[in-house]
């Protein structure tokens, strides 16, 4: 009790803040909305998306389309009270975005009650609402409820609705259950997304309408459409994207998945003549273990601009822990690699924790018997990743940021053999090189952004909770 109190408390501390603000009547003014936006609040359509770049101004309109219907005052569409749900890709998600962009523009007044989802553990926000009742201009209420697709298409079943909000885009058999919950009302679902997952159910449904409902309806946005951003932070941004991630992430449009992975990879560009690399410019070794599987090890230097350069290789199988680590350290000796206290420091994959059946040891304990400090904490998401990897090999003005000495000849065959298969996924074969690749450009970006640090509102809001905390 004492944390949803607690909880409940972060909402209204910073419902009181937004208040003063009123964020709502400016858009309503039209001092924050753009012209694309404005084409989705007035479409009578009941199937309505939105695909933007991130930061393009799609969530925005998401959230002001449900606050406007729940407070009954949209002013382009029939007003009345309402019930409905806003569906993200997870709680977590919820939290982060559609949540907190629902309560930028709700003021205080306007809140009859908030519940907030049980059993959750505190957050660095205002933890995970289930719902909103929300005063509507008729006198009664209006209930904005919030659903994640992780919950499974069992949970969504059952209620009756006016409308849902897919903030993202949804699991094709949670889209279809979504659907039957607005019918008997004769409501209608929209959506708002960067579609990051390729040629999916959404791109033929919806973008193609292979269907020929009258009913779809979609626009595109991009960094441009949205007046409110800097042309500086464009320009930025787009230094750090891909060329294929450009049009997704900028422009909002659908990229083919298929084919090979990293199609942005040149031999005649990627892979170069090994040379003396700087001492100071040693960074890393990066592991991805095997024993009757191969086991790959590379490592790697980045110069004072950023780029990588991999600079030796060790690739092996069904061999034990001891002769890698025995071969790995002679390559180290060779290349006049930073030892400390004897001892080398490397990443690996943190599947090295687990025991396995030829051991009562893990591979990271058989590696630090040998004098070698692996880190299993490495950063896995195989989607984020790839689109890492793919901004090394071309940033979003062309330029290769990633450089790999011929003697790598491992990581350089499964680079030109990687493809996608089913289900927006690489086939999974050969990759051990480019796993512990990905773990290393990962790390990089994990080091970059807390080396940014936090920002003056983040620091606020933490002094803001640890007062909290101590009067509770």
Request: with cysteine; proline share 3%; aromatic share 12%.
């Amino acid at each position: 009790m004492k944390e949803e109190k607690y909880k409940l408390i972060l909402v209204e501390k910073e419902l009181e803040r937004r208040t003063k603000n009123d964020f709502l009547s400016k858009y309503n003014k039209g001092e924050k909305v753009h012209k694309k936006q404005l084409e989705f609040h007035k479409c009578p359509k009941k199937n309505r998306w939105v695909f933007g770049g991130n930061r393009s101004g799609k969530t925005e309109c998401g959230a002001v389309e449900t606050v406007w219907l729940a407070r009954g005052i949209h002013p382009y569409k029939e007003n009345k009270p309402i019930s409905c749900w806003v569906v993200s890709l997870s709680k977590q998600v919820q939290r982060d975005v559609a949540q907190s962009k629902i309560l930028h523009y709700l003021r205080k007044d306007y809140i009859e009650q908030i519940v907030m989802s049980s059993g959750k553990q505190g957050s660095a926000d205002y933890g995970i609402i289930d719902f909103i009742l929300v005063k509507n201009v008729f006198g009664s209420l209006s209930k904005i409820g919030f659903k994640s697709c992780d919950q499974g298409r069992e949970k969504f079943q059952g209620s009756s609705l006016d409308f849902v909000w897919f903030d993202e885009e949804p699991p094709y058999d949670i889209y279809q259950e979504c659907r039957m919950r607005v019918m008997d009302r004769q409501g209608f679902i929209f959506g708002t997304m960067t579609p990051l997952k390729g040629l999916t159910w959404v791109y033929n449904e919806i973008y193609l309408n292979t269907n020929n409902d009258n009913e779809v309806w979609h626009i595109e946005m991009e960094w441009a459409d949205n007046p409110y951003l800097d042309n500086n932070e464009i320009e930025q941004m787009t230094k750090t994207l891909s060329s294929e991630e450009l049009q997704s992430r900028r422009y909002g449009k659908f990229m083919q998945c298929g084919g090979m992975v990293y199609n942005e990879f040149d031999e005649n560009i990627h892979v170069i003549d090994p040379f003396e690399v700087p001492y100071e410019w040693y960074d890393n070794i990066s592991i991805d273990p095997g024993l009757n599987n191969p086991l790959s090890a590379h490592w790697y230097a980045r110069d004072f601009d950023g780029n990588v350069y991999v600079i030796a290789e060790h690739f092996d199988k069904g061999k034990d822990v001891y002769f890698h680590a025995e071969r790995i350290k002679e390559i180290s000796k060779k290349l006049n690699w930073h030892f400390c206290n004897g001892k080398l420091t490397a990443l690996i994959d943190s599947a090295a924790n687990q025991r396995t059946l030829a051991s009562s040891k893990n591979v990271v304990e058989l590696f630090y018997e040998n004098d070698i400090l692996v880190n299993p904490k490495v950063n896995k998401d195989m989607f984020s990743g790839i689109n890492v990897v793919k901004r090394y090999l071309k940033d979003g003005e062309g330029k290769a940021h990633l450089f790999i000495f011929k003697n790598c000849v491992n990581l350089i065959k499964e680079i030109k053999s990687y493809w996608w298969g089913d289900n927006d996924l690489p086939i999974k074969k050969d990759d051990h090189c480019l796993d512990e690749m990905r773990y290393y450009l990962m790390s990089i970006t994990d080091r970059e952004k807390i080396k940014k640090g936090k920002s003056l509102v983040q620091k606020d809001k933490e002094k803001l909770i640890k007062k909290l905390k101590y009067k509770f």
